[in-house]
């Protein structure tokens, strides 16, 4: 008798090589940061090279004083490099393989959380290949060390949902692990918080240990309060930072010339009457003063500010890189890397709409397990709610792709399985 092979047999030998796809993911990221070298290639990588080269000198985590007070995660990261003498180039290199180890770990939680073996070994390879955490992975921003945070905290606790917080370690894990992706990125504090608040009506529920709520929940908390009191002591309040102000009013009052260029915005404040005024204020009182800014902006503005949420809403959801917006090269900053927008922009197309419709299908397939996989729709609810609300770009959603992997690799295993399942 002829013996017929499985349909999908030469895929599953294809994804049966996991080693194989973390060396590809690897060497993808680390030839990119060699390509990337010692230059800076966006202006915001200017700001954390600065400060990490204070941290790796001084070990000062305020090297202006309240000027100076900044989330700490990134730039202590970057620090280490500079303190070992591997520069910038060492950091690149460092970040290619917090970004390989993140592939790991989203292939682990998806195969975790699913159930689904094959599941976890799409997901990986998507992983080891998606182009935009190659590119992000090559430079000195907060979006590599926010993704492997959140991708462990988030599935640390998705598991300890799964198993009603038996393992106090896990949810403490989980805690600590978002508690550490909040001080890489604010939005990351209030993603974990809508979590446990979540957690706590499974604990209502009585599907959830309020042990295990309670200790995640402190685990959390100490880092960030940490922080907040270190603040304290250099700015006289319980901040996590104090950039949230400005940014909002640059997305707001001055949204028309930030989507032409921030350094317009930022010039259009420093030209205003009232910029006097701020400059007379300390920091904590600037901000402040920011804020209030933009909130009387949008009170006095309503129906501008609810078209200009509509677009930053686009702006998280559209393609990379904007196609209406130049990519100026200059000696500071070279975004498009030399490669033309379009050109840029297909890359994005053979991904992005595939895993996002794909993800959106195959969470609607585990709709049942909402129960414990509620914390990742949630994450893409806060994210895209805060970065509305204040200042939107397509890299603000990175962190939502590791979940839209899995879900996506979901869909694709069941349509796989029916497929085998034909006689």
């Not at 893409?380 to 959603?397: E, F, K, N, P, W």
Request: hydrophobic share 50%; aromatic share 12%; glycine share 10%.
């Amino acid at each position: 008798m002829i013996s017929q092979e499985k349909p999908n047999a030469a895929l599953d030998a294809i994804l049966s090589r996991a080693w194989a796809w973390l060396a590809l993911a690897f060497c993808l990221r680390a030839g990119f940061a060699l390509f990337l070298g010692d230059r800076s290639y966006q202006a915001d990588e200017l700001g954390y090279n600065g400060l990490a080269r204070v941290v790796a000198e001084s070990g000062l985590f305020a090297p202006a004083g309240a000027e100076g007070v900044f989330l700490p995660v990134t730039p202590f990261f970057i620090s280490i490099f500079h303190r070992l003498g591997l520069g910038v180039s060492g950091a690149r290199l460092g970040g290619a393989l917090l970004s390989a180890l993140t592939a790991w770990m989203i292939g682990r939680a998806t195969r975790d959380l699913t159930g689904s073996e094959r599941a976890g070994k799409l997901a990986l390879a998507v992983a080891c290949v998606y182009p935009f955490f190659i590119y992000y992975s090559g430079l000195l921003l907060t979006e590599t060390a926010y993704l492997a945070l959140s991708v462990a905290g988030l599935w640390l606790l998705c598991r300890s949902l799964g198993e009603e917080g038996r393992s106090l370690g896990l949810a403490a894990s989980a805690g600590l692990a978002l508690g550490l992706a909040g001080l890489t990125r604010t939005e990351g504090a209030a993603a974990a918080l809508a979590a446990f608040c979540g957690a706590a009506v499974l604990c209502l529920l009585r599907r959830y240990s309020w042990r295990a709520l309670a200790l995640a929940g402190l685990a959390w908390a100490a880092p960030l309060a940490g922080w907040a009191v270190h603040n304290k002591a250099i700015c006289g309040a319980y901040r996590l930072d104090l950039h949230g102000g400005i940014t909002t009013l640059i997305g707001t009052k001055y949204f028309e010339l930030d989507q032409i260029d921030t350094a317009l915005a930022m010039r259009a404040i420093e030209d205003s009457p009232s910029f006097e005024e701020a400059r007379k204020l300390g920091p904590v009182e600037r901000d402040a003063f920011y804020f209030k800014e933009a909130r009387r902006f949008m009170a006095d503005h309503p129906g501008l500010t609810v078209k200009q949420w509509g677009r930053k809403f686009l702006n998280f959801w559209r393609l990379y890189p904007r196609q209406d917006k130049p990519y100026p090269a200059t000696d500071l900053t070279n975004p498009g890397m030399g490669l033309a927008p379009g050109l840029l922009a297909s890359v994005s197309l053979v991904f992005e709409p595939g895993l996002i419709g794909l993800g959106l299908w195959g969470a609607w397939l585990l709709r049942r397990d909402m129960a414990r996989l509620f914390p990742l729709p949630l994450l893409a609810l806060v994210t895209c709610s805060i970065h509305v609300l204040v200042v939107s770009q397509m890299r603000y959603r990175l962190s939502l792709m590791p979940w839209f992997m899995l879900f996506a690799a979901t869909a694709a295993d069941r349509w796989l399985a029916s497929r085998e399942a034909k006689p």
